[in-house]
């Protein structure tokens, strides 16, 4: 199966931006961006734990 390099590259940018996102916000705000922060720097620890906790599929 062959796949584009969007494909391939899609996810990792979209969980750099969000880490980027999660950054700044904790560094510069406070109050609302805590939570913009915890959201975003925790969505790639969900990723993450998801696809390292899940089976593989029975054909592999």
């Known amino acids: 199966m062959i796949r584009t390099r969007t494909q391939i590259w899609a996810m990792p940018i979209l969980l ?3 880490t980027t996102i999660g ?3 904790a ?3 406070d109050g609302a961006w805590d939570l913009v922060s915890a959201v ?3 969505a790639p620890v969900a ?3 998801w696809f390292s906790l899940r089976r593989a599929p029975a054909g592999r």
Do not use: K
């Open 16 to 18: 750099a931006v969000l």
């Open 23 to 25: 950054l700044v916000a």
């Open 27 to 29: 560094l510069l705000g």
């Open 40 to 42: 975003t720097l925790g």
């Open 47 to 49: 990723v993450g734990a």
